[in-house]
């Protein structure tokens, strides 16, 4: 993508975060031109590349999930999955797969009994539609992402214009979190989620989102930064974004990001030859430099509150007892009942009234490992299983894929802190799953640089 495209496709998205703070209305309309636009773009799509196209589609929708449903753009809480897994639909009946997805179709029809113990056990409290559609629309959505990219071959290029559109509207995100909250200092009180930092949205939501961005623009900085306008492009994007997480003061989507980059850069200085050994040295040399500011430049912001959120203290600087702000507890609890109902367990969404009934306490978990295991029993742990190994003996088969550590972790870490309330957990598990072919390159430009790593298909 040569300057001006970049900075119009960043411009756009810009101005969508202005003028949708501005009539906030104009969000429904966003949600709706979105669907329309993608739709239209995956049917007129020539067959060898439609199934790129269904990627780039569901990845933005991916990005902007969570701004469109800050901004109450969101016709149905769970839209966005719907929409993703239609279009993964689509690309499923309109292109050829190379792969036989098996175990992920297993995966799928072991969510399914789930749903009768819920419905068998049904109560005056129970909404067993509006249970089953929070509580099983991420992991259906995940299995639908995953046999659809299972095996499915994309170019180097193709999964860096995924990345790419993926970003664009979190680049509408942030922007919208600055005229919403440019002060932070004005709204902390303590060292507790801040929920007017995060568009007065989840703030867990906001920095996993948020957290993708700093990934793909920390990428952008070391792999797709030809010349230093880019540079400093992707650097100054990378700095605002990341700024934004962290004052969310939720720190599982900063974390997440933080380990995806190095996950990234990992396999990058591994596959590249001496002389770029040395380029990515001194930039990250750099990127460490720049994380420092942003991090000292959020410690002023914050007044040294953000510096005690990481240190597991409250706001007079006192140690807490739960680092987990007691999650731990509700984790026990689902493990507890899926030891009480091993077998088919308690049944789809039933583990939060259970909590309610005994305890006394309405909350979630936010761990999706422990609530399969607990609302699905063993067919649970049968399909945790699936989703857990089936990415790493694939990966021990193909190694194509640099990105695969990355979204396999990012993927791993957010079901753990925040379950799958959002689809990106779903498409970045997806996304381990292609096999990435680096001799296909569309410009000079990009023939130049891939002819640079020391990479094949199948054997890195």
């Known amino acids: 993508m040569n300057k001006i495209n970049y900075i119009k496709a960043i411009g756009l998205h810009v101005l969508i975060g202005l003028v949708i703070y501005v009539s906030p209305a104009l969000s429904k309309l966003y949600f709706l031109g979105v669907f329309v636009y993608f739709l239209n773009k995956i ?15 569901c990845a933005y929708v991916v990005g902007a999930e969570v701004f ?76 639908i992402v995953a046999v659809f990219c299972y095996k499915l071959r994309v170019s180097y290029n193709a999964i860096q214009k995924v990345f790419f559109t993926m970003a664009l509207p979190l680049i509408a995100t942030t922007v919208y979190l600055f005229l919403y909250n440019p002060s932070v200092r ?83 200085f591994r596959k590249v030859n001496v002389f770029h050994k040395l380029r990515v040295s001194r930039l990250f040399v750099v990127f460490i430099g720049i994380g420092f500011s942003i991090w000292v430049y959020s410690s ?21 007892e739960d680092i987990t702000t007691g999650r731990t507890d509700l984790v026990s609890f689902e ?49 945790l299983s699936i989703l857990l190994f089936t990415p790493l003996i694939l990966r021990i088969k193909n190694k194509s894929n640099m990105f695969f550590y990355a979204c396999y972790m990012f993927w791993l870490l957010t079901i753990n802190h925040s379950s799958m309330r959002i689809a990106a957990p779903a498409f970045i598990y997806g996304l381990c799953l292609l096999s990435i072919n680096y001799q296909t390159a569309n410009t000079k430009k990009d023939i130049k640089t891939l002819s640079k790593l020391k990479i094949t298909e199948a054997n890195s």
Do not use: W
């Open 68 to 143: 469109i449903r800050m901004t109450g753009g969101s016709f149905l809480y769970e839209a966005s999955k719907y929409l993703v897994i239609v279009f993964c639909l689509i690309g499923l009946f309109t292109t050829r797969q190379r792969g036989q997805p098996i175990a992920y179709v297993i995966y799928i029809l072991l969510l399914i009994p789930g749903i009768f113990v819920a419905a068998f056990t049904m109560t005056e409290s129970t909404t067993l539609r509006t249970a089953i559609a929070f509580n099983l629309s991420g992991p259906i959505c995940l299995g």
């Open 300 to 320: 002023l912001q914050t007044g040294g509150f953000i510096d005690k959120r990481y240190a597991n203290q409250d706001a007079l600087g006192r140690e807490k």
């Open 43 to 57: 049917f007129k799509t020539k067959p060898s590349f439609k199934a790129v196209q269904v990627l780039i589609a």
């Open 335 to 383: 493990i507890d009942e899926f030891l009480n109902s091993p077998i088919v367990g308690v049944g789809v969404g039933k583990i939060k009234e259970l909590r309610e009934q005994k305890e006394g306490i309405l909350a979630a978990s936010h761990n999706e490992m422990s609530r399969i295991l607990s609302e699905h029993g063993l067919l649970g742990l049968i399909a």
């Open 186 to 268: 004005d709204t902390i009180t303590g060292t507790g989620s801040n929920y007017a930092a995060s568009g007065g949205f989840g703030p867990n939501q906001v920095a996993t989102v948020l957290g993708l961005g700093m990934f793909i623009f920390g990428v952008r900085f070391f792999s797709q930064s030809p010349s230093m306008f880019f540079k400093l492009i992707n650097a100054a994007l990378f700095f605002l974004i990341s700024y934004r997480a962290i004052i969310t003061f939720s720190r599982g989507g900063v974390i997440t990001a933080i380990i995806m980059i190095i996950a990234f850069i990992y396999l990058y």
